[in-house]
């Protein structure tokens, strides 16, 4: 077994360099920025380098202090959370560049403990991720959660309370999780997931098993915001700071669903969530229910981040459709919508930040004018909401594609259904934000006098002056732009991850 | 068949693209810079795909294929007779159509100019892909890309009208897209490809139901865009668009793009072997019959010029679907023949009104009594094209109906003859009035003092436009070899080369 280090690195840099940035701030609070875009940028690497090694020598595994399992912790890497961690790392790089401006103008003098919050639930997301222990896996999970109502709680009026709100609902999911961990080592005496994939298969009557399960799958469900335990959801993103809501609402939701998956198909037996209990079934329904619910309620939402929050549990809903189809195609799509989604969420997000940061509006009836005032930002919110509309060649849409294969292939034509007119509710979603920001010119007091004043041929001159180009600084909208160059470009290199990474993401039997 | 390699497509593809994104950082402070991008887009694009006819004359197909998107499906470009009618067509109308925009913009001092010559572009872009992609998910990409980017340009005057308009074109072609997406993906997980093929792929795989529905799911979601009846009632609401889009989108671009994709479904998804052993070709020809007819009598009923022009096009795109299901040699040519010759013809029609429009903002038929006298050349073209439609000769009309109608006995379904020829009766009773009107009556109100036609900008692709109605009528292989292309089409998907 070779044993590179990246594994570990991905891990501990960020987590040692989270309480160095305290101790700098100390110091120099202008260091802090650096050394975290530094660290982030250290798991970028190290992932970029997993995945590599992933895709040339397949599962990585890596031994915590060399102790062998299942008695020691291990790190186990293959082509799914190689590929989660990619995913996470580049993003979290990305809004914690991004992060700059907005913290020094929203937190002047506390930015160091805002960084190290910052880098923690970082930490905690990709620790989710690398690791091959169920016990350490629920460890990470804390250590992403706290740190993300910390964050949340900073946000403006009615962030404390939907902190609090979301800390009860995610200690209730963590100790659900917590107890499926406890019940799965009564009966089989060990934490490791490779382990206990071996086990299991022969405790598939077991009732202690079973209630392991659903712990299992409920605890999931509320970290990922799995409808009906989404209630947390919108409040906790909508009140958050801007670069929090970024980081957390498209990635920690997207980690979630990556431990259902993990959970699903490495530690229980594929077989068992589809055939044995018809956890497949009820999966598949809460899907549908969540597509359609968090569509139908971002239709009445006034205020664009709210809105984002419900296409979240929308979104939500397909992976967890993806996954309930329980085939390859439909799984293919779960997984790539990962991806997907947590680029398209982010660069909303992001953007939702940016507005605001200019002082722009929330909500989206006075987005009036806004693409003169900030063009380029408008045309990658124009981008992203056309992916997750799911129009081609932007990525949304192949990740549509192939849940609706999915549906195809297992017979489902109601969730067909649902998937196909989901689209047609995103697309009055958004085409209704581009609408607004594009078309209806900005009108204010000093605009009308002018008009006034002017003859109604020389409009065309008060419209292309009278609004100057206002966009979010450098650190903002570079951010921005390039996770709106990806949504095009992961659309069309599509093909490429799921030929590459994503085929080898799935059990071969599957 | 011989294949051969070339990035041409590519370019092609590539030129407009570019264009658009010129225009878009040329911007509105150098505007003639920012029109010179436009006009030398369209003649590059036109020469490029002019350069393909002779190798695709010769029975080759020039293909490009770029990456895998999934297993069994590449984003690729194959260029084929069919593809290459279209692109033709297309391209050679932007050029027109970019000189007249320009004179229509400036003269009617539209604002967002940049939007509008960026999303015309892109447009373009999307029409030429559909025309040269290689299978249906490439078809596809472009179709949505034609959809979105077709959006701004029927908003584009901003008013209520125009957003309600754009918001109802959506509705229709973003339902209709969600159904194609469902029979792609029906299709895909019959056969595991999506590659087109002269004569269809789907043969021997599926029931004969699932297959029924499969294709009843494929017209109605492309045909949203092609407007058959029920499907639409966005087109004629659209017209609040700018001319120039009305003119060539919704003549040629975006509704044709529709009855490319609906006759790509009829001929190499399907095939006419498969469609009538299932006896669908009959079936979607008497929906087509019915199109023809009821938009022929609904257009008598409109006031508004460019309306009437809008169920003029409806009718005629139903026209081409006629022939296409009737499946017989002659059909088959007739239809695909008269997507060319309706778009030289409706296009400079709608120039006509749109020149009318920036003259005198008269948009009424009612209005236009002896205004053929200030705007003869205007109106003389209009005329010709008018009458070509309606299948006089020489117009190229008439060459398209003879076919059609030579292809109704062919496959010894005389009614759809009768189809045919009604429709031509009701395309007089609709037209007709209009040029006596405007040429024989006097003025009423304001008098419109001697010559005073619009911009040279517009007058000289509205003549122009005209003329080739009428060359093409009397020699169909004027040029660019429209009708042996489309002969070869018939040809390639019937299997009889």
């Not at chain 2, 068949?1 to 407009?16: D, F, G, Q, R």
Request: glycine letters at 10%; one cysteine or more; proline letters at 4%.
């Amino acid at each position: 077994m070779i044993s590179s280090p990246f594994p570990v690195l991905i891990i501990v840099v960020p987590l040692i360099s989270a309480f160095l940035i305290v101790i700098v701030g100390l110091i120099k609070k202008s260091l802090c920025y650096p050394l975290m875009i530094l660290s982030l940028s250290v798991s970028v690497l190290s992932s970029l380098a997993i995945l590599n090694d992933v895709l040339s020598q397949g599962t990585l595994h890596y031994r915590l202090g060399g102790w062998p399992p299942p008695w020691g912790i291990e790190y186990v890497i293959d082509h799914l959370n190689a590929f989660v961690a990619l995913i996470v790392s580049a993003i979290s790089l990305l809004i914690g560049i991004s992060s700059k401006r907005m913290v020094e103008r929203d937190f002047p003098g506390k930015s160091a403990y805002f960084y190290c919050l910052f880098v923690l639930q970082v930490t905690g997301l990709l620790g989710i991720v690398v690791t091959g222990d169920v016990f350490n896996l629920y460890v990470f999970l804390e250590i992403a959660s706290i740190a993300g109502y910390a964050l949340i709680a900073v946000g403006e009026d009615g962030a404390p309370f939907a902190s609090f709100n979301y800390m009860i609902y995610g200690t209730i999911g963590a100790c659900f999780y917590l107890l499926g961990v406890g019940y799965l080592y009564i009966v089989t005496g060990s934490l490791n997931m490779a382990d206990l994939s071996r086990l299991l298969p022969g405790l598939q009557s077991s009732k202690v098993v079973l209630m392991a399960f659903a712990f299992f799958m409920v605890g999931i469900a509320v970290k990922m915001a799995l409808f009906p335990l989404h209630v947390w959801l919108p409040d906790a993103y909508t009140y958050a700071p801007s670069p929090v809501s970024s980081l957390v609402a498209p990635l920690t939701t997207k980690v979630g669903a990556y431990v259902m998956i993990r959970i699903l198909l490495t530690v229980f037996p594929p077989s068992f969530f589809i055939e044995t209990i018809p956890a497949a079934l009820l999966l598949r329904w809460l899907g549908g229910v969540a597509v359609l619910f968090g569509c139908i309620l971002a239709l009445a939402q006034t205020d664009f981040k709210r809105m984002l929050g419900y296409v979240l549990i929308a979104e939500i809903g397909y992976i967890a459709l993806g996954i309930g189809f329980g085939n390859r195609n439909g799984l293919t799509g779960a997984i790539l919508h990962i991806l997907n989604d947590g680029l398209m969420m982010a660069c909303l997000f992001l953007i939702a930040g940016a507005i605001a940061y200019k002082g722009g509006p929330r909500k989206v009836a006075r987005f009036t004018g806004l693409h003169r005032k900030m063009p380029l930002t408008m045309a990658a919110l124009v981008l992203s909401a056309l992916s997750v509309v799911g129009i081609p060649p932007t990525c949304g849409f192949f990740s549509k594609w192939y849940l609706v294969l999915g549906g195809i292939d297992s017979r489902q034509w109601l969730f067909v259904a649902v998937l196909l007119i989901s689209s047609l509710f995103n697309a009055i979603l958004f085409f209704r934000v581009i609408e607004k920001a594009y078309f209806k010119p900005a009108i204010d007091e000093q605009e009308m006098n002018q008009k006034a004043l002017h003859p109604a041929g020389e409009q065309r001159d008060i419209l292309s002056n009278g609004v100057k180009i206002d966009e979010a600084p450098l650190t903002i909208l570079v951010p921005i732009l390039i996770m709106a160059a990806g949504v095009l470009s992961v659309g069309l290199l599509s093909g490429k991850i799921v030929s590459e990474i994503i085929q080898f993401a799935i059990p071969a039997n599957f | 068949m011989e294949i051969i390699t070339s990035v041409k497509p590519l370019l092609a593809l590539a030129v407009s693209a570019i264009a658009a994104m010129l225009i878009l950082f040329t911007g509105e402070r150098q505007r003639n810079l920012r029109e010179g991008w436009t006009f030398m887009a369209a003649l590059v694009k036109f020469f490029i795909v002019v350069s393909m006819i002779p190798a695709v004359l010769d029975g080759k197909v020039i293909e490009c294929s770029l990456i895998q998107l999934f297993p069994g499906v590449s984003l690729q470009f194959r260029v084929d007779a069919f593809g290459l009618f279209f692109a033709t067509l297309a391209s050679c109308l932007w050029m027109a159509t970019s000189v007249y925009s320009i004179g229509y913009m400036r003269g009617t001092h539209s604002t967002s100019q940049t939007r509008f010559f960026f999303c015309f572009a892109l447009a373009l872009h999307g029409a030429l892909g559909i025309a040269f992609a290689g299978n249906l998910f490439t078809l596809f990409i472009f179709y949505e890309i034609l959809t979105v980017s077709t959006f701004p340009l029927v908003s584009h005057k901003e008013t209520g009208e125009a957003i309600s308009g754009g918001r109802k074109y959506l509705a229709y072609l973003l339902s209709g897209a969600v159904l194609v997406i469902l029979s792609m993906g029906i299709t895909y997980s019959l056969t595991g490809t999506l590659d087109f093929k002269g004569g269809g792929f789907l043969q021997g795989h599926g029931s004969d139901g699932l297959l029924r529905l499969l294709f009843a799911t494929f017209v109605l979601g492309f045909g949203t865009k092609a407007a058959l009846m029920p499907l639409h009632e966005w087109l004629p609401t659209a017209m609040v668009a700018p001319t120039p889009v009305s003119a060539l989108l919704h003549a040629v671009a975006v509704v044709k793009a529709g009855v490319f994709c609906v006759l790509r479904v009829i001929l190499y998804v399907f095939g006419p072997d498969l469609l009538s052993g299932l006896h669908l070709g009959i079936i979607l020809a008497i929906f087509a019959s019915f199109t023809v007819l009821l938009s022929g009598m609904l257009a008598l009923a409109q006031d508004n010029l460019k309306r009437r022009l809008a169920f003029s096009t409806i009718n005629n795109l139903a026209i081409i679907i006629l022939g296409a299901s009737l499946l017989s040699p002659s059909a088959i040519t007739g239809g695909v023949f008269h997507i060319a010759a309706h778009g030289f013809m409706k296009i400079t029609l709608f120039f006509a009104a749109g020149a009318i429009y920036v003259k005198t903002h008269l948009e009424k038929v009612s209005e236009l009594d002896g205004i053929g006298k200030s705007m003869p050349v205007t109106m003389a073209s209009f005329a010709i094209a008018a009458l070509g439609i309606a299948g006089i000769p020489p117009m190229v009309g008439f060459i398209t109906k003879w076919t059609l109608c030579l292809g109704s006995l062919e496959a010894g379904q005389i009614v759809f003859l009768f189809v045919l020829l009604g429709s031509a009766l009701l395309d007089i009773a609709y037209f007709g009035p209009i040029i006596y009107h405007s040429f024989f009556k006097k003025p009423v109100g304001k008098h419109h003092p001697g010559l005073d036609e619009a911009s040279l900008w517009m007058v000289i692709p509205i003549a122009a436009c005209a003329v080739l109605s009428v060359l093409l009528g009397i020699f169909p292989n004027a040029f660019v070899h429209f009708f042996d292309i489309a002969t070869l089409v018939a040809k390639s998907t019937l299997g009889t080369n």
